[in-house]
C-alpha cells in the first residue's frame, strides 16, 4: 500500500468504536505487557556491524518528534543492533540540551541527540555555545516532519486567525494592538530555530512584521501554557502534543499547522558529536538503523495505539496517551470555530512522507534553515558564502546511507540527490536551493543584516 493510502486505511480503522473504547481512560502509568507486542529480535553481527561501544546518551525533549529515539530504545531496536545500554534521557529544556552536548557524556551530559534546526551547525561552528567554543557535529537523520503548530490563546476567538492572516482580518488586528499599546505576545521555546522560524513564516506572509508588529520570546512550554492561561500570553508555536493539550484544555485554539505553511517540511533532528562519531563509526550505523527502523515502525498504523501508549507514559510525555492519538491521525480541531478536521497528511510522518523520504538528511533543508537564519537576521549576509562549508561539515547523510544500505533499504528509496529539490510554501514564495539569494529577495519581512 502507497503511504497515503496505508494513512486512510488508519483514520478509518481508527475511527471505529473499539478503536474509541480501547483508548478510553489510558493513564499515564507503563502500559502492560499484554498491550506491547514483542520486541526487535537482536541480529547475529559481523564484525563489520559489531559495534565498538555498547553505551551512549541520547538527549531528547517530550514532544512527538522523540518518538523514534524512545521507540528505538523501548521495542528493541537499539538493543538489536547491539547498542545495549542506550541511555534516552529526557533533557529539561533545548538550553540544557546544548548545554548537555558541550559536556558531552564524560561530562555527565549528552553524546547526541534530538535537536531544532540549525543547532547543529550553530554549536559546531561555536555560535550558541559558551565562550563560542566550537563543538563540531554531524546531522545523521531527519527525526520527523509536522506535528507542529501555532496556538493562539481563547481570548482571540473571532479576530480571524486561521491560516491566512491577511485574508481574514487577523494581520491587521495584531498591527492595532500594538499601535494600542497591548502588543500580541507569543512564544517558542528556543530562538532562531524551528518554532521561531514556522511563527514567523506564517506572520510575515500576511504582512506581519515579527520583529516589530509584536512581541516574539523565547518561553519553557510549561510555563507558556500557564501563561495562556492567565491570558499574559497570546500565541505558542510548539511541536505536539502541547497543542492539542491547550485545545483540550481549552486554554487557547490551533490556528494553523505548520505542514498547511510548508507541507512536509523538515523538523527535527538526530545530531551527535563529531568526536564520538569518529571514534565509534559502526556504533553511529548502528544507531542509526535502530532508529530508521523505528521510525518505520512509527510510521505503520498497526503501531499506533501502542507508539501512543508508550509515549504517554510519566517518565516520557506525561500525558494521557488520547491525547497523542488525534494528532497522530490527522486530526486536529483548527480554527476558532474549532473545526475538526481529519487530514492525515498533515500529521507527523517518521520514515516517508508525501515527498519522500522523512528519514534522510538533505542538505537542501540545512540551507533552507540557514537562509532563514540570514532574512531574519540571526546570521549576517555574509554567512551565506560560508553555508556550504558549513553544511558539507555539518551534513552527515553519508553515514544514513551507509546505514540504510546495512539495512537493506532498495536504492529507489533512498534519495538519489542531497537536495529534495524547489521547496513551495502555502503563500506562493518557492525555495530554490541553487538560489538561496532568490528566495530572499523575493520574501517581502526580512531583517536582513550585513
Ligand atoms: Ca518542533
Redesign the pocket.
Known amino acids: 500500500m502507497s503511504q497515503l493510502s496505508r494513512r486512510q486505511f488508519l483514520v478509518s480503522a481508527g475511527a471505529s468504536a473499539a478503536g474509541a473504547i480501547l483508548l478510553k481512560g489510558c493513564s499515564l502509568n507503563p502500559p502492560s505487557p499484554a498491550d506491547l507486542s514483542p520486541k526487535a529480535q537482536a541480529l547475529s553481527l559481523s564484525p563489520s556491524t559489531t559495534p565498538e561501544i555498547t553505551n551512549v546518551k541520547l538527549g531528547y525533549i517530550a ?1 512527538v ?1 522523540s518518538a523514534p529515539l524512545i521507540i528505538a530504545k523501548e521495542k528493541g531496536f537499539f538493543d538489536r543492533h547491539g547498542m545495549t545500554n542506550v541511555d534516552v534521557a529526557k533533557q529539561a529544556s533545548w538550553g540544557a540540551a546544548r548545554d548537555n552536548i558541550e559536556i558531552g557524556s564524560g561530562g555527565g551530559g549528552i553524546d547526541g541527540g534530538q535537536w ?1 534546526m540549525p543547532m547543529p551547525h550553530l554549536i559546531s561552528e561555536g555560535l550558541i555555545t559558551k565562550g563560542n567554543r566550537k563543538i563540531p557535529m554531524r546531522i545523521l537523520a531527519q527525526l520527523n516532519t509536522q ?2 503548530g501555532i496556538a493562539i490563546s481563547n481570548k482571540h476567538i473571532g479576530k480571524g486567525f486561521g491560516v491566512n492572516l491577511a485574508k481574514s482580518g487577523a494581520a491587521d488586528y495584531i498591527k492595532d494592538l500594538k499601535q494600542s499599546g497591548t502588543p500580541f505576545k507569543a512564544a517558542y521555546t528556543f530562538p532562531k530555530v ?2 521561531d522560524f514556522w511563527i514567523r513564516y506564517w506572520l510575515a506572509a500576511a504582512g506581519v512584521d515579527p520583529d516589530n508588529d509584536l512581541d516574539l520570546l523565547a518561553v519553557p512550554a510549561s510555563q507558556t501554557v500557564a501563561n495562556m492561561r492567565t491570558g499574559t500570553m497570546d500565541g505558542f508555536s ?2 505536539d502534543p502541547w497543542p492539542d493539550r491547550i485545545v483540550r484544555d481549552k486554554i487557547g485554539f490551533l490556528a494553523v499547522l505548520n505542514g498547511q505553511v510548508w507541507p512536509y517540511h523538515p ?2 533532528y538526530l545530531a551527535m558529536r563529531n568526536d564520538w562519531i569518529e571514534k565509534h563509526p559502526k556504533a553511529t550505523k548502528a544507531i542509526l538503523k535502530a532508529v530508521m527502523e523505528a521510525q518505520m515502525w512509527c510510521d505503520d498504523p498497526k503501531n499506533r495505539t501502542e507508539l501512543t501508549r508508550i509515549l504517554a507514559q510519566r517518565k516520557y510525555f506525561n500525558v494521557p496517551a488520547d491525547y497523542l492519538f488525534g494528532p497522530y491521525e490527522g486530526k486536529y480541531k483548527l480554527g476558532d470555530q474549532r473545526q475538526e478536521v481529519l487530514r492525515p497528511e498533515l500529521a507527523t510522518m517518521y520514515w516517508k512522507d508525501g515527498a519522500g523520504s522523512v528519514s534522510y538528511p538533505y542538505k537542501s533543508h540545512d540551507l533552507w534553515f540557514l537562509t532563514e537564519s540570514v532574512r531574519w537576521g540571526f546570521l549576517p549576509k555574509s554567512f551565506m558564502k560560508e553555508a556550504d562549508r558549513v553544511i558539507n561539515n555539518v551534513n552527515g547523510e553519508k553515514y544514513w546511507r551507509e546505514a540504510a544500505q546495512e539495512l537493506g533499504i532498495a536504492s529507489k528509496e533512498m534519495p538519489k540527490d542531497t537536495s529534495r529539490g524547489v521547496e513551495k510554501f502555502f503563500d506562493g514564495i518557492q525555495f530554490d536551493p541553487t538560489k538561496p539569494e532568490a528566495y530572499l529577495n523575493d520574501v517581502r519581512i526580512k531583517n536582513i543584516k550585513a
Open positions: 514532544i518528534e531544532q506535528g507542529n524551528n518554532q510548539t511541536g523538523e527535527e
